[in-house]
Nanobody, 121 residues
Framework: QVQLVESGGGLGQAGGSLRLSCAASGSTFRIDRMGWYRQAPGNERELVAIVASGGSTNYADFVKGRFAISKDNAKNTVYLQMDSLESEDTAVYYC???????????????WGQGTQVTVSS
């Protein structure tokens, strides 16, 4: 079992910045990729950004140039630096990891509990 603990959400101002963190712990797990999704009220959960084990990144168009994802392999932690915040960024942000146990080729996905980000205009 893998546990994900998110932190860093809260209230931000339009044009301002927030930084989210997500630390993975628990069973030995080979992480293939980590990332962030978000879900606003009445909307489906949508991809924000992903970072692969090799360091490549992928962003949703609506955050390109504003958000940056990074990771610390030693700490099994992924970060989301959110700059130039917009009111439309208000959502619950969920961390996720995708990978497998060393003894298995079955890939699994784990989700964090979510952290609220509210951007005031």
């Amino acid at each position: 079992q893998v546990q994900l603990v998110e932190s860093g959400g809260g209230l931000g101002q339009a044009g301002g910045s927030l930084r989210l963190s997500c630390a993975a712990s628990g069973s030995t797990f080979r992480i293939d990729r980590m990332g962030w999704y978000r879900q606003a009220p009445g909307n489906e959960r949508e991809l924000v950004a992903i970072v692969a084990s090799g360091g490549s990144t992928n962003y949703a168009d609506f955050v390109k140039g504003r958000f940056a994802i990074s990771k610390d392999n030693a700490k099994n932690t992924v970060y989301l630096q959110m700059d130039s915040l917009e009111s439309e960024d208000t959502a619950v942000y969920y961390c996720y990891v995708y990978g497998r146990r060393p003894s298995s080729w079955v890939y699994m996905t784990y989700w964090g509990q979510g952290t609220q980000v509210t951007v005031s205009s």
